[in-house]
T-cell receptor, first 117, second 111 residues
Framework: GAVVSQHPSWVICKSGTSVKIECRSL??????MFWYRQFPKQSLMLMAT?????????EQGVEKDKFLINHASLTLSTLTVTSAHPEDSSFYIC?????????????FGPGTRLLVL | EDKVVQSPLSLVVHEGDTVTLNCSYE??????LLWYKQEKKAPTFLFML????IEKKSGRLSSILDKKELFSILNITATQTGDSAVYLC???????????FGTGTSLTVIP
């Protein structure tokens, strides 16, 4: 099956620093990647959708300048949390979807747990 | 306003019990509904349902979609402790790529 990796799986940083999270599709080309955020005991909240080679589409209420998304290739998307603050601490999950109407399933990465001190 | 609602929010059962999880939706331009199982990390895919009335089955899990009444159910028979997880349903719209997730049902299976 399709495999999506995320790196790092855990990150602890000081307030004010920036953190980059990578999402890679290992055995397929992902024309679209999605970034989600999940708080404890809550469902996944879609943050943004990124298509390879174009600007990401952010959901309402998600700050573009705060959460920078780059989808530079068909196998890699990055999420950079800029000037992180404790309220940004969360579980961030990416998912990837290959092209074509028939391939609707999203494949999720293992997630990255961010703790901002 | 589009919404996806799951019930119950949480459920505790004994091993061997059968459970039914519900997902109802009110969305425009519905395309597909998907079920995921989430344990400690990211969700894993269970089923995708597009057509009404066709049951999908995988081992002890099965799911069906009712597009007239706008809901889906996920059944788990002969539950095991390994079934303990949060079960998420997500709706895919006809236009666009986004999935909208329901609130999730937290299932705990006790020995």
């Amino acid at each position: 099956g399709a495999v999506v990796s995320q790196h790092p799986s855990w990150v602890i940083c000081k307030s004010g620093t920036s953190v980059k999270i990578e999402c890679r599709s290992l055995d397929f080309q992902a024309t679209t990647m999605f970034w989600y955020r999940q708080f404890p005991k809550q469902s996944l909240m879609l943050m943004a959708t990124s298509n390879e080679g174009s600007k990401a589409t952010y959901e309402q209420g998600v700050e573009k300048d705060k959460f920078l998304i780059n989808h530079a290739s068909l196998t890699l998307s990055t999420l950079t949390v800029t000037s992180a603050h404790p309220e940004d601490s969360s579980f961030y999950i990416c998912s990837a979807r290959s092209g074509g109407r028939a391939r609707e399933t999203q494949y999720f990465g293992p997630g990255t747990r961010l703790l901002v001190l | 306003e589009d919404k996806v609602v799951q019930s119950p929010l949480s459920l505790v059962v004994h091993e061997g019990d059968t459970v039914t999880l519900n997902c109802s939706y009110e969305v425009t331009n519905f395309r597909s509904l998907l079920w995921y199982k989430q344990e400690k990390k990211a969700p894993t895919f269970l089923f995708m349902l597009t057509s009404s009335g066709i049951e999908k089955k995988s081992g002890r899990l099965s799911s069906i979609l009712d597009k007239k009444e706008l809901f889906s159910i996920l059944n788990i028979t002969a539950t095991q402790t390994g079934d303990s997880a949060v079960y998420l349903c997500a709706v895919l719209f006809h236009f666009g790529n986004q999935f909208y997730f329901g609130t999730g049902t937290s299932l705990t299976v006790i020995p």
